[in-house]
């Protein structure tokens, strides 16, 4: 009897122990990850059975009691309904490994990635041998716990980088009774940062970002560009091999009228790939069908046209330099110096300081006539001899050649920058309803997708009237799509491409952004749903990032087209001109019809001259041999 009674205190003295070892690492657990939903799952005879809710888990931990169990099963989701602000953490029970199993499929479930999972393991259990056929996704928290020396539990890590590959463990942590849990010291995706020579299926095609270098019987061996260089980087950091492939029709992906999905993003869709490498557009249709990894780049979708350089002719463009308030004030400054000069010469005649000197100045008229001489840059052949006068003279030039300068500086800004660009529209609706241009955009992309799922009814109309009759006549690439709003008359190019980054040169015309007109977005690579590797390629691009790794090769591969030595230098057209030349060829036919007026004055005059000599002559005749002059001429 006394045997016995020692048994059961033992076995009782063992439970309490392992409960209290339980509790504690759960509770450390609980606080290291914040989590609010705890499940104990262990298995009965008629199947898998959990207790849930914090409140009794709580109790039960403070009470140092092992909880007790309520029923779970595996095809329900209304557990997780509870675990909405926090991940949940399922605690596995010792027990039977053949009764363990089908936990362990169930952690390698993908609808569980979000789950940390925790296991209790005797001391001398094989971690190689209980997860021999089972696995565990790389992105999967799952720690096994094992009791060890002085009351102390043991926590690893484990995790397969495929299902292929090898069981991969790593030292978590340990916890003790007196000083908690030490967890690790690194983050989750420091601690899992290789992938082990895994060969990823990669799809590819030559475009904008990622260009195809080297090919072999049609199936691509390297990439290269700007998405192409992150991809080999990513490939030396995370230490993974690629097996380029790319899609039959050479598109990007979109939805066909069977539902399914076409070009990269139906061999994402279909398994066929696990990544693909291009310049993606997010879009609400994609993301139900592939996950984007990190944003690489806002872009902007922009709507490109031919170029349209309307040079309208105004009138006042010449007067534009100079406010209205400098000009009365130069035209006061001509008429006061003027004055000053035809005041100050008089005065000197009268005391005789120009005597000897041919006469310079006839009246006032002749003094504002020099004046304004001066300020068009006309010199004088006679230079009056007074001091006076001199000084007058010199403060007009001095007064026209300060105002000349700035005048001619402002004159060539504004003929050289003046130059107006006047779009046919500026908004999508105006797009619309001018009616004259055809709309295309790059064959199967996500640009379909900003028209045809938009609620703006301006959006509606252009899909229905511009998009979906030709979506199956559009370029396959920006090239293509550029060389058409050149060719074809009245062709408007939609794409996210920048004119700085692209190679234009070889266009024949140029290219003109509608500024008003855009829809911002994001550049991403993609990756099948709900890719145990996104976690860490998300983790690496935004190191590339902070370290501007993405800067460099988006700089190395696209700079800016405009070098410093081939900037185009201002022209000025004709048009520019046309008031100056309208003006002088004005201002040239007034001079040739006051000439003409002048000669025909200066013929009159002299006709009426020699007519009123002639009659003077008749008059001073008829006088000689009147009789009366007769009668005087005897007379004396």
Known sequence: ???????????????????????????????????????????????????????????????????????????????????????????????????????????????????????????????????????????????????????????????????????????????????GLTWPSRGFYHRRNSLQGLVLKTAVIDAFYTNVVEESNNKPIKISGFFGEMWNTLEDQLKFKSDFYKPLDNFFGAPTENGSWNGMIGMLHRGEADFAVAKFVMSPARLQAVDFISTLEQVKTRLFIKE???????????????????????????????????????????????????????????????????????????????????????????????????????????????????????????????????????????????????????????????????????????DEGFRRVCNVPNYAYITYTDLEYQETGTLSCGLTEIPQIYIPGSLAITTVKKSPYKGIFNSVIWKMKRNGILKRLHTMFYPIKVPISEIPRPVVYLVQVTPVLTLLGAATLVAIVLLLVENKAAYIKACLQIGRQRMNQLLFGLILVSPTHARKRRQT
Request: charged share 15%.
């Open 308 to 478: 349209q350089r309307a040079l309208l002719v105004k009138w006042d463009e010449f007067l534009r330099p100079f406010t209205r308030r400098l000009w009365m004030l130069q035209l006061f400054s001509m008429i006061l110096i003027g004055l000053c000069f035809g005041v100050t010469y008089h005065v000197g005649q009268r005391l005789g300081l120009e005597a000897g000197v041919a006469s310079v100045l006839q009246n006032l008229y002749d003094a504002l006539f020099y004046t304004f001489a001066s300020f068009c840059q006309q010199g004088r052949s006679v230079t009056p001899r007074m001091l006076s006068c001199r000084v007058v003279f010199l403060t007009s030039y001095f007064t026209a050649v300060v105002l000349l300068a700035g005048y001619s500086a402002f004159l060539i800004s504004f003929l050289a920058t003046r130059e107006t660009k006047e779009f046919p529209f500026t908004s999508f609706k105006q797009f619309l309803d001018d009616g004259r241009f055809q709309l295309g955009m790059l064959s199967d992309s996500a640009f379909t997708f900003y028209f045809e799922n938009s609620t703006d009814p301006v959006m509606q109309n252009i899909y229905q009237k511009m998009i979906a009759p030709n979506r199956h006549n559009f370029p396959f690439s920006d």
């Open 1 to 179: 009897m006394r045997n016995c009674v020692t048994v059961v205190v033992f076995v009782l003295h063992v439970a309490f122990c392992f409960c209290v070892r339980t509790s504690g690492v759960v509770a450390a657990l609980q606080r290291y990850f914040y989590t609010e939903c705890v499940f104990l799952l262990h298995n009965e005879d008629h199947g898998l059975t959990t207790t849930s809710t914090l409140a009794q888990w709580q109790l039960q931990l403070s009470s140092e009691l092992c909880p007790s169990s309520v029923q779970f099963r595996l095809n329900s989701t209304q557990t997780f309904s509870t675990c909405q602000r926090s991940r949940p953490l399922f605690v596995l029970h010792p027990g039977d490994p053949t009764r363990i199993k089908p936990f362990l499929q169930f952690a390698a479930n993908r609808s569980f990635s979000r789950v940390i999972w925790l296991l209790f393991l005797d001391k001398n259990s094989s971690l190689e041998e209980l997860f021999t056929d089972i696995n565990i996704p790389f992105d999967c928290e799952f720690l096994v716990a094992q009791p060890e020396d002085d009351h102390a539990v043991g926590l690893t890590e484990v995790y397969r980088v495929s299902p292929t590959l090898p069981l991969q463990t790593y030292r978590f942590g340990n916890w003790t009774p007196d000083g």
